[in-house]
């Protein structure tokens, strides 16, 4: 019986022995085959560490492929602080070294952690600061290697490409709305020490840092350089709050050129203030645009065949009375009997005000949408604005008269370049955009193709053709003669906006700008120019901001290889299937000389003599094909 009970104890033992067994070997067999890479992990987290390696930038280039955003190596200081032995003569000579405190410098020194960086002081080091700390040769202490954003042409195309704070993170601009693709991944080099920190003789792992995403700007550096040039000259001549240029392709939305001043180097950008270095006044100033916003009340008359440009007539007698206002002419005692060709090419603020009252408050403001005022244009940049337009339910007869000619609403530069150029493309709305592509940054081939957006056709090709003669003529005999360049076709439209303060107009103090396109027959390229109040200068946008704008397109004739073009405006226009031919000059001529040169025309004769001393209508007018004019002879 008892040696029954000593077998069965026996067997139990045996049995929970082997059962304890069992649950052994599936234990480590789960952990060493289910749970190997956590347990790994942990284990490598403990005695494994990590020296970084920042890895570079995606480079950024214009559309030629010339760099504007480029890296350069610098080295950065990290501590070890468990392998650092002499800890109190290692903060006294880093202190030193970095002219730093030498009780900072102990805080990173004593931290209690597996690596310390050193920042900001230790951060992007030069060569002889670097190579002091390296002749140390303090166990601890390392330099690792460190990318540091570099723009080779300092402050050019500022705004637009933005800057990167001291962890390499973009800030603005270009920068910071493409930081998801020009971010690289950092690299490291891989070390073991023991329990206490110690480094173990075990061979290094290197983890090679992977380069971010290059990207193509649609910017032209040689356009972009004409145009800082040009700015730096306008600060330098008129002393201006501010100045700003833009040039774009009308036919893609393509931004070819974009500065504004003042600007920053953003190499250094901490030595600027936050406003300059974060307002990208082409895309964020909000103003009063004055008479280049002309061009949409042109544009929309012209599309509702509300006005003849030739044939419909105003008279300018030197002011308007709209309501209670009186909303006067530039010129003392006006222009007088214009066709509104002519109100185009003088610039008539009453004269807009009548194109602008035909359209009616509807219809303008229908317009106005729909050329994208009061709403951003959805460039790829950060930071823009979407102006502001009166409520059309607030818009009075004063209000309408006002913002015929620009006064009263708010847009920003991009806005007006977006709009003017579905106004003088055959009327296709593009959204503006600045980056072109994605490459990859081993071997720069394309992993993205950016395209032009085209949102809507706001005006016929028609109206648009007869808005793109009419500016052409603006620049050949109106207000915009300054940007005349001879053998080349240009067109534009100045402007001269009151600017607001305190919800009064200025006195003295205004907004001149000019916009430009060339060839006006088939337009490449347009430029916008506006300057902020001018100093020692009559401010009017024809003689301050057109000669700007005509140098840049000077500039580009060669860069875009802009063929000459003599014959200049057509001396024949069809418009809405009517020819109309530009009267010639026969003052001065013989009856029968008027009668060759006026072969074709109804004549009609007064006086009496041989000579013809007036003619009407006047010479260089247009008129209907087959009209009558009248000679006076003596």
Same mark, same amino acid.
């Given at each position: =019986? ?13 049995? /929970?022995?082997?059962?304890?067994? *069992?649950? /052994?070997?599936?234990?480590?067999f ?12 942990? $284990? ?11 890895a570079? &930038? ?27 032995e ?48 390296? %002749? ?41 709305e493409?930081?998801?693709y ?6 490291? /080099? ?5 329990g ?21 700007? #649609? ?41 504004s ?9 901490e030595e ?12 964020? =100033? ?33 002011? *308007?009375?709209?309501? %209670?206002? &009186? ?11 214009? #066709? ?8 008539? %603020?009453p004269?807009?005000?009548? =194109? ?20 951003? #244009? ?43 150029s ?32 085209q ?6 090709e028609?109206?648009s ?10 620049? $050949? %005999? ?23 303060q305190?919800?009064?107009?200025? #006195? ?6 000019? =916009? ?8 490449? /390229? ?6 902020d109040?001018?100093?020692? *200068? ?19 004739i060669?860069i875009?290889? *802009? ?72």
């Amino acid at each position: =019986m008892f040696q029954n009970d000593i077998h069965t104890r026996i067997r139990y033992v045996f049995l /929970i022995t082997l059962v304890l067994f *069992i649950f /052994i070997i599936v234990r480590v067999f789960y952990i060493q085959v289910f749970k190997y890479d956590k347990l790994n992990s942990l $284990a490598e987290s403990l005695w494994s560490r990590n020296l970084p390696i920042t890895a570079d &930038r995606g480079i950024i280039t214009d559309r030629n492929g010339e760099v504007l955003a480029d890296n350069i190596t610098t080295t950065s200081l990290v501590l070890i602080p468990n392998q650092i032995e002499n800890k109190d003569q290692v903060a006294e000579d880093l202190a030193e070294i970095l002219n730093v405190n030498k009780d900072d410098m102990a805080k990173h020194v004593n931290k209690k952690t597996s690596i310390e960086r050193v920042h900001p002081e230790g951060r992007q080091l030069d060569y002889e600061t670097a190579e002091k700390i390296n %002749n140390l040769n303090y166990d601890g202490v390392y330099l690792v290697k460190e990318s540091k954003r570099y723009y080779p042409y300092g402050s050019l195309l500022s705004h637009v490409l933005g800057y990167v704070g001291i962890d390499n993170q973009g800030l603005s601009g270009i920068e910071l709305e493409y930081d998801d693709y020009l971010t690289g991944s950092d690299g490291a /080099i891989k070390y073991f020490s023991d329990g206490k920190g110690h480094r173990v003789n075990v061979n290094e792992v290197y983890e090679q840092p992977q380069s971010g995403i290059n990207i193509q700007l #649609t910017i032209d550096l040689r356009i972009q350089q004409s145009i800082e040039k040009e700015l730096d000259n306008v600060v330098s001549k008129y002393d201006p709050e501010h100045a700003l240029i833009i040039a774009m392709n009308p036919k893609s939305g393509e931004i070819l050129g974009m500065s504004s001043r003042p600007n920053f180097n953003p190499n250094n950008y901490e030595e600027y203030d936050t406003e300059t270095i974060n307002r990208n006044l082409p895309i964020w =100033m909000t103003y009063e645009p004055g008479s280049t916003f002309k061009i949409i009340t042109l544009a929309s008359s012209i599309e509702e065949e509300t006005i003849n440009l030739f044939e419909d007539q105003y008279t300018d007698t030197g002011s *308007i009375s709209v309501e %209670n206002a &009186r909303i006067k002419c530039w010129k003392a005692g006006g222009h007088g009997t214009q #066709t509104f060709l002519e109100v185009v090419e003088n610039s008539c %603020n009453p004269g807009f005000v009548v =194109m602008g009252q035909k359209l009616g408050t509807q219809k303008l403001y229908s317009y106005i949408h729909k050329f994208g005022f009061g709403k951003k #244009t959805g460039i790829d940049l950060n930071g823009e604005s979407s102006g502001i337009l009166f409520k059309e339910e607030n818009v009075g007869p004063v209000e309408l008269a006002t913002t015929s000619f620009g006064q009263g609403i708010s847009v920003t530069p991009i806005q007006q370049v977006k709009a003017v150029s579905a106004a003088i493309n055959g009327g296709y709305l593009y959204t503006p955009y600045i980056v072109g592509s994605l490459l990859e940054p081993e071997t720069n081939t394309v992993i993205k193709q950016f395209s032009s957006n085209q949102e809507a056709q706001v005006i016929s090709e028609d109206t648009s053709a007869l808005v793109r003669y009419a500016l052409e003529s603006v620049v $050949a %005999n109106g207000s915009g003669r300054n940007a005349y360049i001879e053998n080349y076709r240009v067109g534009g439209k100045t402007g001269t906006a009151q600017k607001v303060q305190d919800g009064k107009y200025m #006195t003295g103090n205004y907004i001149v700008s000019f =916009m430009g396109f060339m060839p006006a027959n088939d337009p490449e /390229i347009v430029v916008y120019v506006a300057i902020d109040n001018p100093k020692g *200068i009559t401010q009017y946008g024809g003689t301050v901001s057109a000669p700007i704008a005509k140098n840049v397109l000077l500039d580009c004739i060669d860069i875009l290889n *802009i063929e000459e073009d003599s014959e200049g405006l057509p001396k024949e226009y069809n418009y809405y299937d009517t020819k109309y031919i530009t009267l010639p000059d026969v003052v001065g001529k013989t009856i029968k000389e008027a009668n060759s040169i006026l072969k074709g025309f109804k004549i009609e004769y007064t006086g009496s003599g041989d000579k013809v001393l007036y003619q009407s209508p006047t010479p260089n007018k247009f008129v209907k094909e087959g009209s009558t004019v009248k000679l006076l002879l003596g």
